[in-house]
C-alpha cells in the first residue's frame, strides 16, 4: 500500500512538473507573440505623433484636451472593441497665459533675464509684475525658523535640488516636491509676496518645469504668485545672492483660474469570455501640462495602454476578464478623473480585481511595481523567468499610480509600469518633453510588457480568500 502511494506521488509530481513546462511554454510563445506584435506592428508610436504633433499640450479644460479626447475615441473605435465610451467629468481650468518673464536686478539698470514659468493654479503678479528683494530657503522647514520679520515683503526663493545620489529618481523627486506643491501657501503666512521655487529636475538646462501647487484653504486676498527658474537660473541666482544680498527678482505672470468645465475619461472595453462582470483596466492619463507636447508625461502610458487591447486582438488572444482601457482626464492638477472612475465602479458595484497604469515616461521598461498582498506578489514573482528574455527584472512591492489608486480596495491588486527613469525628470513637465525626447523602440517595448503583464493577470486570475475578488 505503501509503495503504490509512494508511486501515486510520484506520478503525480511528474504530471504536475510537465504541466507547469507546458504551461510556461505557452506562456512563452504568447509573450513573444505580443513583443513581435508590437515591435513589427505597433500602432503606439503612430498614435503619440499624434497626440504631440498634431494636437500638443493637453491642459485640462482646454481646447487641446477635448481635441484629445476625440482623437482618442475614434482611435479606439477602428480597433472593434466591444464597447467604447466617454465618462463625463468636471475638471478645473487654469490658463497660462501671455509668456511669462523674469530678471534678476543687481544694481540700477543692471539685469538678467532668467528662464522661469507660472507653477500651475498660481495667481497672476500685478499687472506691472512684482518686484522684491529675495531670501533663500532649503526647504519649507527653514521658514518658521527665519520668521515674519525676514520674510515679509520678499520673495522666497526656495532652492533644495532634487537629491543627485537616490537611484530611484522619482524618491529625489518626492523628496523636494513639497517646496513646489506647498510653498506659495506657506510663504504667505509670513508676509511673503511671491515664491520662486527651483525645478524638479537632476539636470543642469534652462528649462524652467511647471507643476501643480496648492494655497490649501488661504483666503484669496492672501494668495501670492508662484513660479519655477531652471535649474541653472536657481544656480546663477542663489550665487548672486551670496555676493550682492539686496538684489531684486522681478517676474511677470498673466495666469488666471476659470470656473470648472466639463470633460472625459475616454474608456474601451473588450468583455470577459469567462467573468464578464470582473474587470481589469490598464491606463494613462489624457491630459498634460502645456508647456511641451506631454509624450512623456503621459502621451507615452496613453498609447501603450490604448495599444495593449490591440496587441490582445492582433494575436489572437481572448480574455477571460473583461479588460478596459481608461484614458483619465485631469492627473496633472486635481486627479479628477480618477476619482470619478473610481466613483462610477463604486456606484455600478463594478468588481475591479486588476488595474496598470503607465505614467512613468515612454523610456525602456524595468519591469513593474505592485501594490498588493503577499499571496499575489508570490504569483507574480513566478512569472519572471517568462519576462527574462525582454530584460525585465524589477518586481517590487510598493506603489501603483495615481489614477488607479482611488480603485483601491481588499485584494485588488494595483500595478505600474517602471521604465528606467534616469533620463525622466529630465523632461517632466517641461518645454522639451516633446515628440522628439521618445525612441519609438523603447516605447513599443513598453507596450509589449505591458499586454503581457495583463495576459498573465487574466489567465490565471488574482489570488485573494474574499469573495468580492475571487476568481
Keep these: 500500500m505503501k509503495k503504490h502511494t509512494y508511486l501515486l506521488s510520484i506520478l503525480l509530481l511528474i504530471t504536475s512538473v510537465l504541466f507547469a513546462q507546458k504551461v510556461n511554454k505557452e506562456d512563452s510563445i504568447q509573450l513573444k507573440k505580443i513583443y513581435t506584435a508590437s515591435l513589427l506592428d505597433g500602432k503606439s508610436y503612430d498614435w503619440l505623433d499624434h497626440l504631440s504633433n498634431k494636437i500638443g499640450g493637453r491642459l485640462s479644460g482646454s481646447v487641446n484636451a477635448e481635441k484629445a479626447v476625440k482623437y482618442t475615441q475614434a482611435e479606439l473605435e477602428k480597433l472593434g472593441l466591444d464597447k467604447v465610451w466617454l465618462q463625463p467629468v468636471m475638471v478645473p481650468k487654469w490658463v497660462r497665459g501671455l509668456k511669462e518673464y523674469s530678471f534678476m536686478e543687481t544694481g540700477p539698470g543692471i539685469t538678467s533675464i532668467m528662464d522661469i514659468c507660472a507653477l500651475g493654479g498660481s495667481v497672476a503678479t500685478p499687472n506691472a509684475g512684482l518686484k522684491a528683494e529675495v531670501i533663500e530657503v ?240 508570490a504569483q507574480v514573482q513566478s512569472w519572471e523567468a517568462l519576462f527574462k528574455p525582454y530584460l525585465i527584472h524589477y518586481f517590487e512591492k510598493g506603489g501603483s499610480g495615481a489614477d488607479i489608486g482611488p480603485l483601491k480596495k481588499e485584494g485588488m491588486v494595483l500595478a505600474g509600469l517602471r521604465p528606467d527613469s534616469q533620463r525622466y525628470f529630465d523632461y517632466h513637465h517641461a518645454e522639451n518633453d516633446t515628440f522628439e525626447a521618445v525612441n519609438k523602440r523603447e516605447l513599443e517595448l513598453g507596450a509589449a510588457t505591458m499586454t503581457s503583464l495583463i495576459y498573465l493577470m487574466d489567465k490565471y486570475g488574482i489570488k485573494n480568500s474574499t469573495a468580492q475578488v475571487k476568481n
Design 138 to 377: 532649503k526647504g519649507l522647514e527653514e521658514l518658521a525658523t527665519l520668521g515674519r520679520e525676514k520674510i515679509e515683503g520678499k520673495i522666497v526663493f526656495y532652492n533644495r535640488p532634487m537629491q543627485a545620489d537616490l537611484i530611484q529618481t522619482f524618491e529625489a523627486y518626492g523628496g523636494c516636491v513639497d517646496q513646489r506643491y506647498s510653498g506659495a501657501a506657506e510663504a504667505a503666512k509670513y508676509g511673503a509676496v511671491g515664491i520662486v521655487v527651483r525645478s524638479m529636475n537632476l539636470r543642469q538646462d534652462d528649462f524652467p518645469h511647471t507643476g501643480a501647487m496648492s494655497y490649501g484653504d488661504l483666503p484669496e486676498n492672501q494668495r501670492i504668485p508662484a513660479c519655477a527658474i531652471s535649474t541653472n537660473g536657481a544656480d546663477k541666482l542663489s550665487n548672486t545672492l551670496r555676493l550682492i544680498p539686496d538684489l531684486k527678482f522681478y517676474f511677470k505672470q498673466n495666469c488666471k483660474v476659470f470656473p470648472d468645465v466639463e470633460s472625459y475619461n475616454v474608456i474601451g472595453e473588450i468583455t470577459g469570455s469567462k467573468y464578464p462582470n470582473k474587470f481589469m483596466i490598464v491606463g494613462g492619463h489624457l491630459d498634460s501640462w502645456d508647456l511641451g507636447d506631454g509624450s512623456h508625461d503621459d502621451g507615452a502610458g496613453v498609447v501603450q495602454s490604448m495599444d495593449v487591447l490591440r496587441l490582445l486582438k492582433e494575436t489572437g488572444y481572448k480574455p477571460e476578464h473583461s479588460i478596459r482601457v481608461v484614458l483619465f482626464m485631469n492627473e496633472e492638477n486635481g486627479l479628477r478623473g480618477g476619482r470619478e472612475y473610481a466613483t462610477q465602479a463604486n456606484l455600478k458595484k463594478e468588481n475591479h480585481v486588476f488595474a496598470l497604469e503607465s505614467d512613468s515616461g515612454g523610456f525602456t521598461p524595468r519591469g513593474f511595481s505592485f501594490d498588493c498582498d503577499d499571496a499575489n506578489f
